[in-house]
């Protein structure tokens, strides 16, 4: 095996060589030409989740955008929580631009949490878009009715069963926002997915949940008009300067913040505080990424992210987009750089606070 | 039901839509694709939607969704051939068909299996849509009442049909299903994500195995080997002339038959978290218990595929609700479907709690393309039967190795790894241990789907219900005891009880002879060793993951205590008892070539792929089994392997696929389809 992967290594830095060598050459053109090409966007979940809708409805407007129209594909590699995948991109270098990954909070939660199947780097790769995204929580009639008579204090005593898929998942930051409400919630795992909590919710067995924006638009609205769930509060959006503001796609709902600002024992200030946001920030605004690989060259990355641009700047996509990914900000350049860093750079006060909350509360022993 | 009055004008809005003659085009369109990727073993709905997703966005919503019901409706009717002519399960869908369509293509009445089998789709799948026309307006409230303890007795209950499947020694079908129920829990746990007979250092455990893969290697590989072993055509006899026209009557003599079954399809798919896998078992079990000669079953009985065919398409019409209605997928297909749908047009249907209000006009256009659907697949497959049911008369020998390329292929999906290719190999020679010595592989299988579901919904009912008994004694028990649970406990009890009186009389794997002690014995002891191992293992995951472990503990302690038993009757009985099964003795005469030498053509093409990769290594198989162990020219064999490579090829380029790779690979960079 070490011969293999000493070979392997070799093959490697010869590749790279030959790919600096041919970016040099390249250098002074304007973006690449990906005419007659395929381009092949590497999924690391399965044909059925949430990054496969994702991917599916880029992938068209990404094709007709870029230089020379080639076909995009969607691969998907899924295995091992998508760190299988992942760890296949970063042993992939950069050779023509044909090749893509798509990322999402799912791998980011357990490079964040030091999971040790974790072999790639975030920052050996190249950022060309950032999808966000949102949550809801909402809770059933009855105690919804006692939340607005006496705020979260007033069903500080109930026992809440609640649908996870896992405490290190991107539940993670509905888990610990009702725990620093004092909530007393008990995940009960083992759920395939988040419309699964959401029918353990309609058949009265979860009396507490949370949906991502697309989820609860198609999912809970229904719900909400015929009386059976009230939204709670939502997870809130970032804006310029890294501020917790409202969600633009419910913008009638308060925060998480404003909830916690109201309810006592519940600060928005130190440890407990910083480790939530700083797992929201990775989980949700910048949820879903697309990245060139490691030793992509300038022009490659210009010439992606002003596909991605125009796909964004065609007249039709605030309503494509709204219908199919919520209402979130579609980030490039500089500002997906940006939501990289805070999705991918977690204070370390953060994460071991997080790492002892999991060990402490559920048991979860990473390293 | 206060949605009557829109729903009649719906669903002629619904008719009016389909009875175009381009809707009707794309229907048949996706129908015909459907079919050839259900007639290839291991590939169903997902590699087909798959396929179709790239053209999906923008599409007319009418002629996408025609084009992707098509596709979907009818790969559980295609892949009847594969499950009949080849013994191998062509998808989840009809494993229950092979118990005893296989042994009717071996006595020649394949046509007449297949045509009986494809009425029985098409009946089902008619019947599914009549039934969700009406059912779907008042759905909503019914599938609600399915909560966890409701969702884990159905589970149970679909356990129970392991004891009419047990075989001649039920015990010996009982430890089979907990061997079942053990695969199902390697990897991690879905409550604490503790890892179970795996480590991280073998990710590929760690995710578990996947279904693909396991009723490839437990029917497929083992029925390739025997075959190939004795060296003949499939059919051990001429095909019985006119046999398609017997088999529409061998359907309508059963009809009531099949309409039980096939509600019993349409209501279990209904449910959503089940995925409808267990339909065709379930169908299965009820098809013995309620017949009144029994002694036939597992040996080419008509109205063992009339049941199970019966199901299958009628669940596809189910699990159209839970994924309308809740925007819940049934299956994997169905999650592909959901995504799909929402690229048609300008994304005006959003499938989900709004479809009925909103689209109820295109939800009523979906439940009868579907059925619309079953009607042209059955047609052709029809049609076909008679022409493809003559494989069943070619020396297998030429028909393996292409067999082999597929099945290898189609668990390749599964994870895209080389992994893969092992499992299948493991999962076979397991598979192909468990026909020689007359354990139940429907059991095991029935314990593997199982297992999953058993385990989550127990460990979350368990914690539903002690949260519902802090609140209260009273509430708890309602919980756990609701009208639907105690009918489904009077339900499983009575299909035990029945089960296990009648099993004796139904060998899922035929009659066999007894040899000596030695082998089985053998054999036992390695069975008790993996379920010791099991138990060891679980025992080590600490106390905070409890959850991950009380499952395999209980059941790996069920599996030692049958086997301690198991060992001691074999101590106790004469060589010539049923536990001795052995079917070496019985196929000695038969038998041309050993088990391990035909075995290590498919180990060596698996050592070949290690170091060469898939295409490169499966050039030198095919030439080199087609020379040596079928014996025809090099210029048949180059042929052949080329035929072989070049549609495989077509099939991974269509599907965008790679193939597995080997040690060559990773040192020199060769251009698809050799990377």
Same mark, same amino acid.
């Given at each position: ?367 | ?170 015990? +010996? ?7 079942? *129920? $053990? !695969? /199902?829990?390697? %990897?991690? #746990? ?124 009628? +669940? ?7 994924? *309308? $209605? !809740? /925007?819940?997928? %049934?299956? #994997? ?135 519902? !008994? ?206």
């Amino acid at each position: 095996m070490s011969i293999v992967n000493s070979t392997r290594r070799i093959a490697i830095v010869c590749a790279a060589a030959a790919a600096s060598f041919a970016t040099e050459t390249a250098a002074g053109g304007h973006g690449i030409d990906l005419e007659g090409k395929t381009v092949e966007w590497i999924i690391p979940f399965s044909e059925t989740g949430g990054s496969a809708k994702w991917a599916n409805f880029y992938a068209p407007l990404l094709s007709e955008a870029l230089p020379g129209n080639p076909t995009v594909v969607v691969k998907f590699m899924p295995g091992a929580g998508s760190t299988k995948g992942a760890n296949f991109f970063q042993e992939q270098n950069y050779e023509d631009g044909t090749l893509i990954f798509g990322s999402s909070g799912s791998t980011q939660f357990p490079y964040l949490l030091g999971d040790p199947r974790v072999k790639y780097e975030y920052s050996d790769w190249n950022v060309v878009l950032a999808s966000g995204t949102g949550g809801v929580a909402y809770l059933p009639p009855d105690l919804a009715a006692e939340v607005a008579k006496g705020g979260a204090s007033a069903i500080a005593g109930e026992d809440f069963i609640y649908g996870s898929q896992g405490a290190t998942r991107l539940d993670l930051v509905p888990l610990l926002a009702w725990e620093m409400l004092g909530l007393n919630v008990e995940p009960v795992f083992g759920i395939k997915g988040r419309g699964d909590g959401r029918l353990m919710f309609e058949r009265g067995e979860a009396n507490i949940d949370y949906q991502t924006s697309s989820s609860f638009l198609g999912g809970v609205v229904p719900l909400v008009e015929a009386g059976t769930a009230f939204p709670w509060f939502s997870f809130g959006a970032l804006d310029g300067d890294g501020n917790i503001v409202r969600d633009p796609t419910f913008p009638e709902m308060p925060t998480f913040k404003e909830v916690c600002e109201e309810t006592d024992g519940c600060e928005t200030t130190g440890r407990r505080w910083e480790a939530w946001k700083a797992f929201f920030v990775a989980g949700f605004p910048a949820q879903k990424m697309v990245f060139l690989p490691n030793g992509a060259p300038e022009e490659a990355i210009k010439t992606y992210t002003e596909a991605f641009e125009a796909v964004k700047s065609r007249a039709d996509f605030s309503e494509i987009s709204a219908k199919r990914l919520g209402k979130y900000l579609q980030l490039t350049g500089s500002e997906a750089q940006g939501a990289l860093a805070s999705a991918t750079q977690v204070p370390a006060a953060a994460k071991e606070f997080v790492v002892n909350w999991l060990n402490e509360r559920y048991g979860v022993a990473l390293n | 039901m206060d949605m009557l009055p829109t729903a009649i004008p719906a669903l002629s809005d619904a008719f009016g839509m389909i009875l175009q003659p381009i809707v009707f085009g794309y229907l048949a369109l996706g129908v015909c694709m459907g079919l050839a990727i259900g007639v290839l073993p291991g590939l169903g709905g997902i590699a087909g939607l798959s396929l179709l997703l790239p053209f999906m966005y923008g599409m007319e919503p009418l002629l996408g969704l025609a084009l992707m019901v098509g596709m979907v409706a009818v790969v559980p009717t295609s892949d009847t051939f594969a499950s009949v002519l080849m013994g191998i399960p062509g998808s989840s869908a009809s494993q229950a068909t092979v118990l005893d369509g296989f042994p009717m293509a071996k006595r020649g009445r394949a046509a007449r299996a297949l045509s009986a089998a494809f009425v029985s789709s098409l009946f089902g799948g008619i019947v599914g849509a009549v039934f969700l026309t009406i059912f779907i307006l008042a759905a909503r409230p019914i599938v609600l009442l399915f909560r966890t303890p409701e969702l884990l007795m159905i589970t149970v209950f679909g356990l129970s049909m392991v004891g009419i499947l047990a075989g001649r020694v039920a015990l +010996k079908g009982i430890v089979a299903a907990c061997l079942g *129920l $053990l !695969f /199902g829990t390697i %990897g991690e #746990g879905a409550s604490s994500g503790a890892l179970r007979m795996s480590t991280y250092d073998t990710p590929y455990l760690a995710d578990g195995l996947k279904l693909v893969i396991v009723g490839l290697g437990i029917f497929a590989v083992p029925e390739i080997i025997a075959l190939l072993r004795k060296d003949k055509a499939i059919s051990d006899r001429a095909p019985l002339g006119g046999g398609w026209a017997d088999g529409i009557r061998d359907w309508w003599v059963n009809k009531w038959l099949s309409v039980r079954c096939s509600l019993i399809g349409v209501m279990v798919g209904v449910i959503p978290g089940l995925g409808g896998s267990v339909v065709d078992w379930i169908a299965y079990g009820h098809t013995v218990q309620t017949a009144r000669e029994k002694s036939e079953f597992g040996k080419g009985d008509v109205r063992g595929v009339i049941g199970p065919e019966s199901s299958n398409n009628a +669940k596809e019409g189910g699990g159209l609700v839970p994924t *309308l $209605l !809740f /925007g819940i997928p %049934g299956s #994997g297909s169905m999650a592909i479907f959901i995504s799909a749908v929402a690229l048609l047009g300008s994304g005006q249907i959003e499938i989900g709690p709004s479809m009925l209000k909103f689209n109820l006009d295109f939800t009523y256009a979906i439940v009868w393309l579907l059925a619309l659907a079953n009607v042209i697949g059955t047609l052709i497959c029809i049609t076909a039967s008679g022409g493809i049911a003559k494989l069943t008369s070619i020396r297998f020998a030429l028909l393996a190795p292409l067999l082999f390329t597929i099945i290898s292929f189609a668990a390749f999906q599964s994870r895209q790894d080389l992994m893969d290719l092992v499992a299948l190999f493991g999962i076979g020679l397991l598979g192909i241990m468990m026909r020689r010595f007359d354990w139940s592989r429907p059991a095991f299988l029935i314990g593997f789907v199982l297992s999953d579901p058993a385990e989550t919904y127990a460990n979350q009912a368990v914690q539903i219900a002690n949260s519902r !008994f802090r609140k209260g004694f009273n509430e708890g028990i309602e919980y756990i005891f609701s009208p639907i649970v105690i009918v489904l406990i009077l339900v499983t009890l009575a299909a035990i009880v029945v089960g296990l009186r009648q099993a004796k009389n139904i060998s899922p794997e035929g009659n066999i002879q007894s040899g000596s002690k030695r082998a089985p014995l053998i054999f036992l002891l390695a069975i008790l060793g993996y379920i010791v191992a099991a138990f060891w293992n679980a025992s080590l995951i600490p106390d905070f993951s409890s959850a991950d472990r009380v499952f395999p503990r209980f059941v790996a302690f069920v599996g030692i205590i049958g086997s301690i038993i198991l060992f001691v009757q074999m101590m106790m009985n004469p060589e010539a008892h049923a536990l001795f099964s052995d079917r070496e003795k019985q196929d000695s005469d038969s038998n041309g070539y050993g088990l391990w030498p035909t075995l290590a053509w498919f180990a060596g093409l698996l050592a070949l792929t290690s170091l060469l990769g898939f295409i490169l290594a499966l050039a030198a198989f095919l030439v080199s089994f087609i020379v040596i162990r079928a014996g025809k020219s090099i210029s048949f064999a180059a042929v052949y392997a080329a035929a072989a490579i070049v549609f495989i090829c077509m099939l991974a380029y269509l599907l965008n696929r790679d193939f597995p790779a080997g040690l060559l690979q990773s040192l020199v960079d060769l251009p698809w389809p050799l990377k």
